[in-house]
């Protein structure tokens, strides 16, 4: 049960979050609050990888194999812009999202719904670069708890990578070509 001081600071501590966001953001909507939520589940998340890997109890390396940081940044590049931007993937981020066209080859963009919570889900789902924290962590995890199966994936979206950048270089020299 509640105490009246706990009451108090409650109300204190809304206060004082609905001041920041108001000077903070001026005349823009800023969801401070949603970014809040998303960083400390991006904290949860985390703290529950570090948690199995300790419960797995493999000791960590002194430092990671270049191979495998660039193994996965490549990885983490094309799993985050698959998820965050491909066509096929628009159903998971159409609750959060709203359409607006086609964004590149094979490529959407799309904006934030408005709404509770939905404006900073949909802001960080159609964000590569948002996604991409999410994918490395995990793939990090997953080199330290499944290191075979995890390498195995990252492989295929490094060669996925590979293969799009082939595909666009082939579209580019064909354009160029026939252009001409």
């Known amino acids: 049960m509640a105490t009246p001081t706990d009451n108090r600071i409650r109300r204190r501590a809304q206060a004082f979050l609905r001041r920041t966001g108001r000077s903070y953001a001026g005349t823009h909507d800023r969801p401070l609050r949603g970014y809040l939520a998303a960083m400390a589940a991006f904290g949860a998340y985390t703290a529950g990888w570090a948690a199995a890997v300790r419960l797995r109890g493999r000791p960590l390396p002194e430092r990671p194999e270049p191979r495998d940081v660039l193994l996965t940044s490549v990885a983490t ?38 709404g509770t919570g939905k404006d900073t ?41 590979g293969a799009d ?15 001409g």
Not at 77 to 98: D, G, H, I, Q, Y
Not at 129 to 154: I, K
């Open 77 to 114: 590049f094309r799993l985050s812009r698959l998820l965050s931007k491909a066509s096929v993937t628009s159903p998971l981020r159409a609750p959060f999202t709203t359409y607006v066209g086609p964004q590149g080859p094979a490529e959407l963009h799309e904006e934030a719904r408005p």
């Open 121 to 161: 889900v949909g802001e960080l789902v159609t964000c590569p670069f948002c996604v991409s924290v999410w994918v490395a962590s995990t793939l990090t995890a997953g080199q330290l708890l499944w290191p075979r199966a995890t390498r195995t994936a990252m492989g295929a979206l490094a060669a996925l990578a």
């Open 165 to 179: 950048a082939l595909q666009l270089a082939y579209g580019a020299l064909v354009g160029r070509t026939t252009d």
